[in-house]
Nanobody, 127 residues
Framework: EVQLVESGGGSVQAGGSLRLSCAASGFTSDDYAIGWFRQAPGKEREAVSCISSSDGSTYYADSVKGRFSISSDNGKNTVYLQMNNLRTEDTAVYYC????????????????????WGQGTQVTVSS
């Protein structure tokens, strides 16, 4: 069973930075993808970023390109989301998710590709 545990959320002023972590365990293959999603109140959950374990390919939503950076430490089975220049509209619950469909990052990280989810971590950006 795949388990994903997020950490690193919190409150920050606009323009600040946060780093989220997603500790993954239980994948039966070395080939998988980890995605970051977010859900703001009253809105649908949306893809933010994705990284493939096999080739390191990544995906970023247009709204976060140039501000967010995803990386992985395969030795620790942990994926990080570095969030810089945060905006109030980045306020949401952030979730990491896992899938064995390692190519999902090439396809824009569609939410239906994922079958394992973390519990979420709150990110609040104030003006």
């Amino acid at each position: 069973e795949v388990q994903l545990v997020e950490s690193g959320g919190g409150s920050v002023q606009a323009g600040g930075s946060l780093r989220l972590s997603c500790a993954a365990s239980g994948f039966t293959s070395d080939d998988y993808a980890i995605g970051w999603f977010r859900q703001a109140p009253g809105k649908e959950r949306e893809a933010v970023s994705c990284i493939s374990s096999s080739d390191g390919s990544t995906y970023y939503a247009d709204s976060v390109k140039g501000r967010f950076s995803i990386s992985s430490d395969n030795g620790k089975n942990t994926v990080y989301l570095q969030m810089n220049n945060l905006r109030t509209e980045d306020t949401a619950v952030y979730y990491c998710a896992g899938t064995s469909l390692q190519w999902t990052c090439w396809l824009g990280s569609p939410i239906e590709d994922y079958n394992s989810w973390g519990q979420g971590t709150q990110v609040t950006v104030s003006s």
